[in-house]
């Protein structure tokens, strides 16, 4: 792979990151909000408050949770969108790169571990809303295997960002063959 295909690629994965973090709030968002419906329309509802988002109380509480796992993984892929290409320059500094890169895996890999909880879900269960939980969708657990792919798709895009390009060597320039004596 050509050096320069294989660092427009890795930035790219980059990119995916902050991307897959979003689209892990928005589907959050639509998941909560179809719950909080359900919710509301159900047998069980007592007539509680609704905001003008038409989130009842439970639907803000599991969308704060949601929202703020997006935001800590959605910053830490930013930094790794900045730290990628700066690996990639050499110099001063790459040490110090690669050791916040090491610690930045902490808040992703404990964003990724509060996806797979299921905090919808789970809250859901403690406060007994079991018209929330019946709203949730059937493809919202799978959500949370979109942080894991963005995690793992920075991996790659830091992998590649971040090789060093071979030292060229100098080039000699090329002389003419001097003719032989003849002997």
Known sequence: MAG?????IGVAL????PVL???YALAGRTAVGRAAEAQARGPGWRGGRIDADGLT???VDAWRVVAVTALVVGVTALAYLVIGPLLGRGGRGRTFL???SGFLIVPYALGCV?????????????????DFVAGLPAWQPATAFLLPAAGLAQAVGLALTARRRPAVA???PVRAEEPRPAS
Do not use: I, K
């Not at 320069?4 to 427009?8: S, V």
């Open 4 to 8: 320069g295909l294989g660092r427009r």
């Open 14 to 17: 980059l990119v995916s990151g």
């Open 21 to 23: 973090a979003v689209a």
């Open 57 to 59: 109380s439970l639907g």
């Open 98 to 100: 690669l050791v916040l």
């Open 114 to 130: 509060v996806a797979f909880v299921n905090p919808p879900r789970l809250l859901g269960g403690l406060y007994q809303a079991a």
């Open 170 to 172: 100098p080039r000699t």
